[in-house]
């Protein structure tokens, strides 16, 4: 079968597409035949091996594991003898390694069942993002309905999730971009959209009750200038290159947390079945959409890689198995 791998760190040019062995789905994995998958941060990340710290998990000179890709959505092929939830046929969303490729391996835990009002290319955009954006809203934010939120980079990935979750919880959403996404973020459902080339929204004298900084671009006293007394502030992106700052403000954050009733909070999403589950039917019922930016071919993955890696795509970047959806 063809996969996209990387067998050094570099960038994108370090990818290649080659032929690999099927893989085989233990007790508790499902193989997929992948239909579509998607394209994170995590996955430039890991293709460049930086931050360094991430080659503590990945191998410190190469990467143990050369194949790339977590987002998928595909149909079942085979299930591992403790397997349950899921049989041949099924077609099912989710994230596990090596989805750059015509098979992959998913835990049980990782998958659902697809959102039946979804292509596989629409699906396969949801996981990471979406569960990010649900997490942080829902665990982290604890949004109330009425409630103030402001979303900084609503047109990424994670941005145009959260400013629809936010939505379908009732909350008054204001959404942070550029000028030509504009437009967009305002039909996802923010009730304001602000234009930063044009407005710093930590001058605008609002307050919110949560702020998700998708972005990570803004110093602490910043945001402190528009919370609310009670106010809680995710940071959950970071400037491309910018490590060392990012970690230091959460170390600062967590210490400034301690002592004032306004709380500033990191988190990293969790994928599992029952968030997936939430997502499939906040979907259904048509509160939440998926974004897609481009689309491209497997053979076209590291290009797909390199245009996320800029920084100015508007929702999700998917990747379509030519193969695989020839039928």
Not at 82 to 106: I, K, L, S, T
Not at 259 to 267: A, D, I
Request: charged share 25%; aromatic share 8%; glycine share 10%.
């Amino acid at each position: 079968m063809k996969a996209a791998v990387h067998r050094e760190y570099g960038p994108p040019d370090v990818v290649q597409i080659e032929d690999v062995e099927k893989p085989v789905a233990n007790d508790n994995e499902v193989l997929i035949e992948v239909r579509a998958a998607s394209v994170n941060p995590l996955d430039w990340h890991f293709m460049r091996g930086k931050p360094y710290i991430v080659r503590l998990f990945t191998g410190l000179r190469k990467p143990r594991n050369p194949r790339m890709g977590r987002d998928l959505a595909g149909r079942v092929e085979a299930v591992g003898k403790n397997v349950r939830r899921f049989h041949p046929g099924d077609e099912v969303f989710g994230a596990g390694g090596g989805a750059f490729a015509d098979y992959a391996c998913v835990r049980e835990n990782a998958l659902s069942l697809k959102p039946t009002n979804l292509t596989f290319e629409q699906a396969a955009a949801v996981p990471v993002a979406a569960i990010s954006a649900l997490q942080g809203v829902r665990d982290k934010g604890r949004i109330q309905l009425g409630q103030k939120v402001l979303i900084n980079g609503a047109a990424g990935g994670v941005g145009t999730f959260a400013v629809q979750i936010a939505k379908s919880f009732g909350a008054d959403v204001t959404g942070v971009c550029s000028t030509r996404n504009v437009n967009m973020v305002r039909s996802i459902g923010a009730d304001r959209v602000i234009d930063y080339t044009r407005e710093d929204f930590t001058e605008s004298g609002e307050r919110y009750d949560f702020i998700f900084d998708c972005v990570g671009n803004r110093s602490l006293s910043d945001l402190r200038r528009v919370m609310s007394p009670r106010a809680i502030s995710l940071g959950f992106g970071a400037p491309k290159g910018q490590w060392i700052a990012p970690l230091t403000g959460a170390l600062k954050a967590l210490v400034w947390s301690m002592f004032r009733s306004q709380k500033l909070v990191g988190f990293i999403a969790s994928i599992n079945n029952q968030d997936l589950v939430v997502l499939k039917e906040l979907i259904e019922s048509k509160k939440v959409t998926p974004v897609i930016d481009r689309r491209y071919r497997l053979s076209e993955a590291p290009e797909a890689i390199r245009y996320l890696e800029e920084g100015h795509a508007r929702g999700k970047v998917v990747i379509t198995l030519e193969k695989n959806n020839q039928t």
